[in-house]
């Protein structure tokens, strides 16, 4: 059988069949490329209810791209004006109202059954764990009664008998104190039964704010705002002196009020003059100092007993307190290093004359106190 060569096989076409031209597709104008790219856009839109936006989406952020690119040329909006079945294209001039609400592309503005307060895919108010109570401030209908303490206070702190510091701790909230929350002067008139939950301890307080308003806040919730935008007012010098010292037959002594001296070796410390520690114990005072060698609280060295006060129903805080306030401004400030390495800064050793110490601890003790003040210039106690 005879093999036909390929050209035998193409020449042998009676129909013409191998011979009818190809057909090739026509070359879109460029016309005809741009209403294809924009009605991507606008199918996208129909599917979407939206335009396409610069999101993470490549294909959107690339519709997006396109449809801002259309908007900046007047000639191709104009030749797709007549396919913008979206309004896309338009461009709106706002001069009232009625030209924003008129101008509502996808009906959002436009009336419907569903209320646009219906918040949806949001847990109901029932659902969400709601706390057993919320402290809201009302007015304090027996303010009369407190008014008379907040006007005392800001004489106090005008006179210097109180003063503001930082509020540090949520135990600095105590009864019958005052705060400063916010530039408003808060009284705690008193705190209610402590509860422990979750190994925190909480109460409510009963707070009058010198604007007139009380509240039960939480203890906690008022701690933090403290915080961050607080003050403690200091107690009046009187009030510490309240039950400081009041002896009785049936009273026991409770400890000794001391005044030692140092006897150290360094120089930064034995050059000083006049430089005591005055403090409080409620052992004997030779068994409390037995091992100051060692003892950053004793400048670690050895220390001379000058003077001791028996003392009875003593309160060592408020002691402290109106110890540190009255010679607070000729207080020792020096870092001791102690046998563990670490800083220390003892803060009840003062720079005073012995005569004047033992003046201020018998006053101290018979409640004048409040009426002197320590000139630190003329090492002398003054008439406030």
Not at 156 to 166: E, M, P
Not at 305 to 330: D, P, S, W
Request: overall charge negative; hydrophobic content about 35%.
């Amino acid at each position: 059988m005879r093999e036909f060569s390929l050209d035998e096989i193409l020449g042998d076409d009676p129909l013409g069949l191998l011979s009818e031209p190809k057909l090739t597709a026509a070359s879109p104008d460029k016309d005809e490329r741009l209403l294809e790219s924009f009605e991507e856009i606008n199918t996208f839109v129909q599917k979407r209810a939206r335009e396409p936006q610069r999101s993470s989406d490549m294909y959107e952020r690339t519709l997006h791209v396109r449809l801002q690119a259309l908007r900046q040329h007047p000639e191709k909006m104009e030749h797709l004006k007549p396919y913008d079945r979206f309004h896309l294209l338009q461009t709106v001039c706002i001069n009232s109202i009625d030209d924003i609400l008129n101008d509502d592309v996808f009906g959002l503005l436009g009336g419907g059954d569903e209320d646009i307060f219906a918040l949806k895919n949001i847990p109901k108010k029932s659902d969400i764990a709601q706390p057993d109570y919320i402290a809201a401030r009302k007015a304090c209908k027996d303010f009369e009664q407190y008014e008379p303490l907040f006007k005392e206070v800001h004489h106090d702190l005008k006179t210097g008998k109180r003063s503001l510091a930082k509020f540090e701790k949520e135990q600095e909230i105590y009864e019958k104190e005052f705060y400063i929350l916010k530039e408003v002067l808060v009284y705690i008139a008193s705190k209610g039964h402590l509860v422990k939950k979750n190994k925190k301890t909480n109460t409510r307080l009963h707070c009058i704010y010198e604007n007139g308003t009380e509240s039960d806040v939480l203890m906690r919730s008022l701690s933090r705002e403290l915080y961050r935008d607080g003050k403690r007012v200091s107690r009046h010098e009187n009030k510490l002196l309240e039950n400081l010292q009041t002896i009785g037959e049936k009273d026991e002594q409770s400890g000794y009020i001391y005044i030692l001296e140092s006897l150290s070796r360094d120089d930064t410390i034995a050059t000083i003059k006049n430089l005591y520690k005055i403090g409080y114990a409620t052992t004997a005072v030779k068994e409390r100092i037995k091992n100051a060698i060692n003892e950053p609280t004793y400048l670690m060295a050895p220390v001379r007993i000058v003077a001791v006060y028996e003392t009875y129903n003593m309160n060592t805080q408020k002691f402290e307190q109106l110890i540190h306030r009255f010679f607070g401004k000729v207080c020792l400030n020096v870092d001791i290093f102690g046998a563990d390495g670490a800083r220390y800064t003892p803060r009840e050793w003062f720079i005073v004359p012995l005569e004047v110490i033992e003046q201020a601890i018998e006053l101290i003790i018979s409640g004048e106190i409040v009426s002197y003040r320590y000139d630190a210039q003329n090492e002398a106690l003054v008439l406030a």
